[in-house]
């Protein structure tokens, strides 16, 4: 067996709704299952979601107070006030940045500019800036993903004279800041139909209504804001993406080709993954290590060698939080290791770490444990704690740190991630009463994580056209996440490690003639735990590999299960004794039959371990239970082997069968055999054993093993004596059977034991094996009785 490490949750679809949208749309049933589990269960919807048939953007006076910013910000852009943009650090946060500045620009407003330093002033708007701003001359603040949870900077905003717009999408707490306007599809008393807009996606609605009709030059930066923001990729989020993709390949803004190109990226070929893994990191880097304004020059800028220094720089960056992040990473899950993992919730706080990364941090923490992650860096000059936290499924981050807002100054999020400042005095408080929510809310079944899995393939099911079809279903992302399909019970027909440190796995599938290829990256490990011919499930995304011009499907593996037990060959193989220690402790248990063994491999790293069965009734009391049972040598009888695993369900069964003797092999006299060597006696009347044995079996082609062995069966028969190694015959023994001496019943015996053990096929000891185990005791013992 191969335990998952997950949990699966798999989804099963209407037959009848998948057969009819099949028919209807004249795509393969793979495809029409995916539509039919998200929702896309008739051809208009599927037609629509797919095609982006009747997709339009909403009308943006929707919005409560949107009006009243528009007919606000013209009355600046006409009567030449400075309006000034307050953004956010992070990609969502850059982008909207950018595409209000771009908006206002096309206006000629007198606009800039400001984004918060991280490590100075922290997350949102703050008095000290807001007083500065004013100071500059700015009568009218725009806030872009930030500014809902800033209640104190509005009454400064009043007092100073600023009027001040938010535009945010983060979740509004209990009591909204006093401003001009306020544009958030979540905010109480607004009709807009759809909430789950990004920062950037407000504020290109913000952008639609002050141009009068889509500024479809600004998509490229909404795709990218609102992929990286990891908000649901349906609605109008999915509009946002799909057409800000199509952009994206085709964009002549030089910041974004230069970022492209230094990240390795083919542009024209760049889909949600490109955005995901390589645009969006490098754009969030900046506002992790210094002030996030090179980000927003980089997406504004008109100049070629500015855009391919500002990349530079960027990507620099970008390679110092990577090292930022590993360095934590590693301190904090020292930190856990050596405290114990005994808490529901991990909080993580340590002075010196770079609260601009403890967000990445947090993700990693959660990806290795599973559970609520807190990671906070500890200012000690100003006695404070910045930090993140991510959250698994079954816990809801935002409500539950709603709860100790008291201690929570600044605050916000969303259910699955947040960001805080608190008073470094009250970490432990925090981390008291967030593990004494989580308790009342979680199980220990929540600490095992899903894997959601939208459908069940068969190994026909899976082809290039097939696949193809289902990544029409992109961009892929949070809300329409990439599929996961599970392949059940399906027969291993290779399995091997592959990559210059043999650390990950190429497996591949087979049935009826249908093979299909599997990878799993750092899968490595599964190799050895598995073997050619067992049925595995497997649960993976699928794929099209391009190579030479030939495409072929393939299965990235995720997690993989075998469900029934397994049977590992290491007859003859001479490093049985690596792998054998590699198994898990808890789970083996090394077995022999034989004294000897128990001597050989006695100063070994098998000694302490090794278990000898000295009877059948020794070999029935073992617990074999869900164990890995290594047999290290063979049995000196079929019945002890039989009662070792009689009626027991074992998980793995390790076969080695070390021997010093070999009986199958050496040759076991016919009966032709002894007929001819007796009337050679007969004839002869006696026989020097001694001096012509050798000579008499190189003239038969014989050992003289076999000679020596006819021999002992002929005088335990007393068919012969033998005096000083010279054999005489008795011509008036009684006639009697071979089968009556001793030594022929035992080789006969040995024989019978090595050929079913040791030299039988793989296959042939399985299905033996298989009854073996499937019966009880007593039914077993009436098997072989009858």
């Known amino acids: 067996m191969l335990a998952s490490k997950m949990r699966w949750d798999v989804k099963t679809p209407d037959k009848e709704k998948v057969e009819l949208l099949s028919e209807q749309l004249g795509i393969t049933p793979l495809a029409a299952s995916l539509l039919v589990m998200r929702g896309y269960d008739t051809a208009d919807k599927a037609a629509s979601f797919l095609y982006g048939k009747d997709a339009v953007f909403y009308d943006p006076y929707l919005l409560k107070d949107m009006e009243k910013a528009v007919q606000r910000i013209k009355q600046a852009i006409s009567e030449n006030e400075k309006i000034m943009i307050y953004g956010d650090y992070d990609a969502d946060g850059v982008t909207s940045t950018t595409v209000l500045l771009q908006i206002l620009k096309k206006y000629s407003a007198q606009a800039d500019f400001y984004i918060p330093d991280r490590f100075k002033e922290g997350y949102g708007p703050n008095e000290a800036a807001f007083r500065h701003i004013k100071e500059q001359g700015y009568s009218l603040i725009v806030t872009v993903d930030t500014g809902i949870a800033g209640v104190h900077e509005a009454e400064v905003a009043k007092e100073l004279g600023i009027d001040l717009i938010i535009t945010d999408h983060h979740e509004p707490g209990p009591v909204l800041p006093d401003v001009y306007a306020i ?9 807009y139909p759809f909430k789950e807009l990004a920062g950037v996606g407000v504020a290109f609605k913000l952008a639609h209504a002050l141009n009068g009709d889509i500024p479809e030059d600004l998509l490229d930066l909404c795709a990218i804001g609102t992929i990286a923001d990891l908000v649901p990729l349906h609605d109008e989020n999915r509009h946002i993406a799909k057409l800000g993709m199509a952009r994206f390949r085709k964009t ?20 949600e993954e490109t955005i995901g893994f390589q645009i969006a990191p490098r754009i969030n880097a900046v506002g992790r290590i210094v002030q996030a304004d090179p980000a927003v020059y980089l997406l504004n800028t008109e100049d070629d060698t500015e855009a391919g220094e500002l990349a530079e720089e960027i990507n620099a960056l970008n390679k110092e939080r990577q090292k930022i992040v590993n360095q934590i990473t590693e301190e904090a899950v020292q930190m856990i290791e050596d405290e114990g993992l005994d808490q529901s919730v991990i909080v993580c706080a340590r002075a010196g770490w770079n609260p601009g990364v403890v967000g990445i941090v947090a993700s990693k923490l959660v990806e290795r444990f599973y559970r609520p992650a807190i990671v906070l860096g500890i200012d000690e000059e100003k006695g404070i704690a910045k930090g993140s936290a991510r959250s698994i499924k079954g816990f809801d981050l935002f409500q ?59 190994l026909e099911d899976i082809t290039v056209d097939s696949i193809a079809e289902m990544n029409k279903l992109a961009p892929f992302g949070t809300g329409n996440p990439k599929p996961f399909v599970l392949v059940s019970d399906a027969k291993i027909d290779e399995a091997r490690k592959i990559g210059a440190n043999q650390n990950h796995l190429k497996l591949v599938l087979a049935d009826e003639g249908t093979k299909l290829d599997c990878v799993g990256f750092y899968k490595g490990d599964i190799e050895e735990k598995i073997v050619s011919g067992a049925n595995i499930s497997i649960v993976g995304e699928l794929s099209i590999n391009e190579w030479n011009n030939r495409k072929k499907p393939q299965l990235m593996i995720k997690d993989a299960a075998v469900n029934e037990w397994q049977l590992f060959d290491f007859r003859g193989k001479r490093s049985w004794k690596e792998k054998i220690l590699k198994l898990d402790p808890a789970k083996r248990i090394f077995l022999c039959f034989r004294e000897e063994t128990k001597t050989t491999f006695a100063g070994t790293e098998l000694a302490d371990e090794l278990i000898f069965i000295s009877g059948e009734e020794e070999a029935k009391r073992l617990d074999l239970h869900n164990r890995y049972a290594v047999f290290i040598d063979t049995p000196q009888s079929l019945e002890r082997f039989d009662h070792a695993v009689k009626g027991k369900k074992l998980e793995r069964i390790y076969l ?18 002894f007929k001819w060597y007796y009337a050679f006696l007969l004839k002869r009347g006696s026989f020097d054993l001694a001096k012509y044995a050798g000579e008499l079996a190189r003239h ?82 009436s098997m072989r009785r009858t």
């Open 183 to 191: 544009i958030h599809p979540k905010q109480p008393g607004c009709s």
């Open 656 to 673: 080695i069968f070390h021997q010093s003797d070999e009986h199958f092999f050496s040759t076991f006299p016919t009966r032709d055999h």
């Open 700 to 781: 038969k082609g014989w050992t003289k093993d076999t000679i020596d062995f006819m021999t002992k069966v002929f005088f335990e028969l007393g068919f012969v004596t033998i005096e000083n190694g010279v054999l005489s015959v008795k011509f008036d023994a009684a006639k009697r059977d071979l089968t009556e001496s001793d030594t022929y019943r035992e080789k006969q015996r040995l024989i019978e034991l090595e050929q079913k053990l040791v030299y039988s096929s793989a296959d042939e000891l399985k299905q033996w094996l298989n009854k073996l185990m499937g019966e009880s005791a007593e039914a077993y013992e």
């Open 252 to 271: 002549n803004r030089p910041g974004l080709k230069a970022l492209a190109k230094i990240a390795g990226a083919e542009i024209q070929s760049a889909d």
């Open 400 to 458: 539950n740190l709603s709860e100790c807002r008291d201690i929570l100054p600044h605050f916000g999020g969303h259910p699955m991630a947040a960001g805080m400042t608190l008073s470094q005095e009250d970490v432990p408080l925090l981390r008291e009463r967030i593990n004494r929510q989580a308790e009342a809310v979680l199980t220990a079944e929540d600490f095992i994580p899903v894997q959601e899995v939208d459908l069940c393939c068969r």
